[in-house]
């Protein structure tokens, strides 16, 4: 039974229009390129096609989950490296160095780059969990993955951010 | 608990996922263990970090009237069909619409060069803070800088130091944008990394402001050489650095 009985701008009003600023950053940051918009249109009408099927229970989670797999496709379809399965991580979960800093001033644009670098796998749960706030369970839902996927995978995106900022840390004290 | 399994738990405890009796044990591991306990104050600095706003973005406005207007358009599909129009208002509409399209297509094909630009400039700024390759040539001291550009490249960029204003010069790097090897001039202005990249006047682009991916881009035209500042600073800060360059002979 349609929850909207076939009125598209109400349909977008509530189910696209609500969720855009999240949609828009978290196809920016996984497309890394000025198509977000175009991915976030093509999103946007997959989800009034289908938004028929739609049970009305989660509807931030839905959308996402729509355009994070808009994204995907739009990654394959370049060819991008990024579409390539995520390699085995060379570091382990939790590794800390002696010379770990702890990082007390952390430059914003050295984490945007810190982060852009991550591989589009580590970086999708990055930004829907800190950026969106979405607890595990939606994490999992919009990224198509199990919860214990989501905590391993956090963990080392975490990491490696970490990894990243205090390495950056340690050379521009030396005079970058 | 040890390290071994108290590492991989660390993630989650500042989720605040684990069970009273996980954090009970981590708690009592991280008493003892410094390590821990530095990484688990590093994950929480960078869960901080995180919040900041300037990493998530608004969708543009253009892009809600573009979806707002695909919607009402799929909506339509089932109206009632209009009564028809005198055969001369189509015609008019259609030479209406033609003339849009070609003033459209030349105005933006004018600007994307533009467009393209400031997203190469975009792209060799985030490169530099990334690879940690921001200068060849370090040196906050211009008659240092300058000479090292002698010999590779086919001319000599100004190069300029405000130190009484903060914008420090930290040194240069050879580039490559637009098709050809370019200078790059480091600053920094507090904690902003901001680069200027120089070359002689090839393109047709006008002075200007945009922004790209949240990072601000000025370009503009000075003595017959071409100039793009790129960084996450604000526009205001960025157009006095412009300034300041402006009033210095480029060639």
């Known amino acids: ?176 | 608990m040890e390290c071994k399994e108290c590492g991989p738990l660390l993630s989650r405890a500042v989720d605040g996922e684990l069970d009273a009796a996980q954090r009970a044990n981590m708690e009592a591991h991280l008493q003892a263990c410094a390590a821990c306990s530095r990484e688990r104050d590093n994950l929480v600095a960078l869960r901080s970090a995180l919040k900041n706003k300037a990493l998530s973005f608004a969708a543009p406005e253009e892009l809600k009237a573009r979806l707002r207007a695909q919607a009402a358009g799929q909506a339509q599909q089932g109206a009632p069909r209009r009564p028809s129009v005198p055969w001369w208002r189509g015609l008019a509409a259609a030479l209406v619409c033609l003339g849009l399209a070609s003033w459209s297509f030349a105005h933006f094909t004018a600007q994307s060069e533009q467009s393209v630009l400031a997203q190469e400039v975009v792209g060799a700024h985030i490169r530099s803070l990334m690879a940690s390759h921001l200068s060849d040539v370090i040196s906050t001291d211009m008659h240092t800088v300058k000479p090292w550009f002698a010999g590779k490249l086919d001319f000599s960029p100004l190069v300029t130091d405000f130190p009484e204003k903060e914008f420090n010069l930290v040194g240069g790097r050879l580039d490559y944008l637009h098709g050809r090897a370019v200078a790059a001039l480091i600053y920094k202005h507090r904690q902003h990394v901001i680069n200027v990249f120089t070359w002689p006047a090839d393109t047709n682009v006008s002075n200007a402001l945009t922004a790209k991916n949240g990072y601000n881009v000025v370009n503009w035209r000075q003595d017959t050489m071409e100039f793009w500042m790129v960084s996450d600073l604000n526009a205001s800060e960025l157009a006095e650095l412009k300034a300041l360059i402006q009033q210095k002979d480029a060639r």
Request: with cysteine; aromatic share 6%.
């Open chain 1, 1 to 176: 039974m349609s929850t909207f009985g076939g009125n598209r701008t109400d349909a977008f009003e509530r189910v696209v229009l609500p969720h855009l600023d999240a949609a828009y950053t978290l196809a920016r940051w996984l497309t890394r390129n000025d198509d977000a918009s175009d991915v976030v249109q093509e999103a946007s009408l997959r989800a009034l096609k289908f938004v028929d099927g739609y049970r009305g229970e989660n509807g931030r989670a839905w959308f996402l989950s729509i355009v994070r797999n808009t994204c995907y496709t739009w990654l394959k379809a370049k060819n991008s490296a990024e579409a390539e399965p995520l390699l085995e991580d060379a570091l382990p979960a939790g590794a800390s160095s002696p010379e770990a800093l702890v990082m007390k001033e952390i430059d914003i644009q050295l984490l945007r780059a810190a982060i852009e670098e991550l591989p589009v796998e580590f970086r999708e749960v990055i930004i829907l969990r800190e950026l969106q706030e979405l607890s595990y369970e939606d994490v999992a839902r919009v990224a198509g993955i199990p919860i214990g996927t989501v905590m391993s995978r956090l963990a080392r995106a975490r990491g490696r951010l970490v990894e990243r900022l205090t390495r950056q840390n340690s050379r521009s004290s030396h005079g970058m």
